[in-house]
């Protein structure tokens, strides 16, 4: 557990723990094309990954859709990486499906198993309450006893107390999700916005947790901002350049205060339709990967 992880390390991106924060990225069960990908489309992502952004831990959202926990386990054992397994919990059926996913493919590949999220930021969406997500949790842990299983969430949703329920019910693997792209920031003040929304999702579990804290390992479950081709969202104007100045100042500045990292995301997803934000107007939502679709780097990612 990383618990040196405080918030004091998040009160200004120039403050480095002694031990830097691991790199992963979310990464997508579809093809550019839209077909599901195959044991071999994610051993070609990871040997990627691994070459052009020092990776090898991803992170998925769902287990039985595309058989991403079937396909993604074997390449992670023949590529050295580790997998982020996910259960969508918001309906019966689709916690069901992810959960009989992971009944078949779980047991032989723990070794490669870093954690399983139940929920994707389910309530900030306010699709189920705290106490029923906590539910799934425990059903999940119950069935996974020598597997981590947590949750990943909005960032405002652990420092609102919503999660309350979640810390107080000793679920110990809390990502917490921050966009300053979302929230309609300019470049300018991203990183400012970026680590203030870090900085209240821990201290807030950390004073709910109290003494437990030091068993919590607290993530930031997704960042990122949309390079050339992409939708701006109020101040916040998407652009390469932009998108690897967040990656230098923002990202960079996290991992070096010793935050793990997961990035939204590794590849451009050009099978994505456009979707409307909260804004009401249509964002497009093809363009937010470090590398393209073709698995190229966009910019340098040395930190």
């Known amino acids: 557990m990383r618990a040196?992880?405080?918030?004091?390390?998040?009160?200004?991106?120039?403050v480095v723990?002694?031990?830097?924060?691991?790199l992963g990225l979310s990464l997508g069960d579809k093809n550019a094309d839209g077909s599901c990908k195959a044991t071999s489309d994610y051993e070609a992502d990871f040997a990627a990954l691994?070459?052009?952004a020092n990776s090898t831990i991803v992170r998925t959202y769902s287990s039985s859709e595309c058989d991403t926990a079937a396909n993604i386990l074997p390449a992670a054992q023949s590529s050295g990486v580790k997998v982020v397994l996910g259960v969508?919990?918001?309906?019966?059926?689709?916690?069901?499906?992810?959960?009989?996913?992971?009944?078949?493919a779980v047991p032989g590949n723990e070794a490669v198993i870093d954690a399983i999220t139940v929920g994707s930021e389910a309530l900030y969406r306010g699709d189920m309450?705290?106490?029923?997500?906590?539910?799934?949790?425990n059903q999940v842990k119950s069935a996974f006893p020598s597997t981590t299983v947590g949750t990943a969430d909005s960032w405002n949703k652990y420092a609102d107390g919503t999660a309350d329920p979640l810390i107080q019910g000793n679920v110990t693997y809390l990502m917490a999700n921050a966009f300053?792209?979302?929230?309609?920031s300019p470049i300018s003040n991203a990183t400012n916005v970026y680590f203030s929304d870090m900085q209240g999702a821990m201290q807030h579990i950390k004073q709910v947790a109290g003494s437990n804290f030091k068993n919590i390992r607290v993530l930031n479950g997704e960042t990122g901002w949309p390079t050339d081709g992409g939708t701006n969202y109020a101040a916040a104007e998407a652009g390469t350049a932009n998108a690897a100045e967040f990656w230098q100042d923002g990202v960079c500045?996290?991992?070096?205060?010793?935050?793990?990292?997961?990035?939204?995301?590794?590849?451009d997803e050009s099978w994505k339709p456009d979707s409307t934000g909260?804004?009401?107007?249509?964002s497009n939502e093809q363009h937010w990967g470090l590398l393209t679709a073709s698995r190229t780097a966009k910019f340098n990612m040395t930190c």
Not at 278 to 282: E, H, K, L, P, S
């Open 4 to 14: 040196s992880i405080l918030p004091l390390a998040l009160a200004a991106p120039a």
């Open 17 to 22: 723990s002694a031990t830097n924060g691991t």
């Open 50 to 52: 691994k070459s052009l």
């Open 88 to 104: 969508w919990p918001d309906t019966d059926a689709s916690f069901n499906q992810d959960f009989s996913a992971l009944q078949s």
């Open 129 to 137: 309450t705290a106490d029923a997500l906590l539910a799934r949790i």
């Open 180 to 184: 300053a792209y979302w929230q309609g």
């Open 253 to 267: 500045a996290m991992l070096n205060s010793g935050v793990d990292v997961f990035y939204f995301e590794a590849f």
């Open 278 to 282: 909260d804004n009401g107007q249509v």
